[in-house]
């Protein structure tokens, strides 16, 4: 199998700052894109999602832009906390097209400094 | 509970046994997924059931890879004579229908250790 997973992107901050997480898609025909969080351990959780006809989306602590022309997707997380340490993936899905499948990212590691 | 409930959530097993994985989904959810995640990495999907639709099986690695679904609730995946590159976490997500933008909703998995 692939190593490159092994060697997860890494981004660490200080507890209090913002975290950017970054997301480069493969296919311009995407027009639905979910962030998930996987700590040690668990499954992947939901976070926040975002449809093609939206370039920003807000939660509880989150935002998530979506730019299509570079085809981009970034997650913020402010006042980020230590319980916000997992991996960060996002996913691809082409909805239009009535598929399915969710298209994943190899993930962000998020270290949070107290 | 209210989540994507998996079992078990550990199993080790020689080279060689079958092992079978359960997974329940959240209830009224129509489309449940299978996934496998190696260490580090991230999901590779493995199979698809929506409703009383044929599966989508494109994704299982190999003929000694099965899964089944009753209706819409529990679903099985079978490993036979299984190998050490079959040490993964498998795991089970649900949505609400398979129209693609709705979240998957995922259980904890499976951790799967072929000595």
């Known amino acids: 199998g692939e190593s490159v997973g092994l060697h997860l992107p890494t981004l660490s901050v200080q507890e209090g700052d913002n975290s950017i997480i970054n997301c480069a898609y493969s296919?311009?025909?995407?027009?639905?894109f979910i962030w998930y969080k996987q700590e040690s351990g668990k499954g992947p959780q939901f976070i926040i999602d975002i449809r093609s006809n939206m370039d920003k989306r807000q939660g509880q602590r989150v935002t998530v832009l979506l730019n299509k022309t570079v085809k981009h997707l970034s997650l913020q997380i402010a006042a980020t906390q230590p319980g916000d340490s997992a991996v960060y993936f996002c996913?691809?899905?082409?909805?239009?097209?009535?598929?399915?499948?969710?298209?994943f990212g190899k993930g962000t590691k998020l270290s949070v400094i107290p | 509970g209210a989540g994507v409930s998996q079992s078990p959530s550990n199993k080790v097993t020689e080279k060689g046994k079958d092992v079978e994985l359960r997974c329940d989904p959240i209830s009224g959810h129509t489309a449940l997924y299978w996934y496998r995640q190696r260490l580090g990495q991230g999901l590779e999907f493995l199979i698809y059931f929506q409703g009383n639709s044929a599966p989508d099986k494109s994704g299982l690695p190999s003929d000694r890879f099965s899964a089944e679904r009753t209706g819409e609730s529990v679903s099985t995946l079978t490993i036979q004579r299984t190998q050490q590159e079959d040490s993964a976490v498998y795991l089970c997500?649900?949505?609400?229908?398979?129209?693609?933008?709705?979240?998957?909703?995922f259980g904890d998995g499976t951790r799967l250790s072929i000595l």
């Open positions: 997500a649900s949505s609400l229908d398979a129209h693609g933008n709705q979240p998957q909703h």
């Open positions: 996913a691809e899905n082409m909805s239009g097209a009535g598929s399915y499948q969710l298209t």
């Open positions: 296919n311009s025909a995407s027009d639905y």
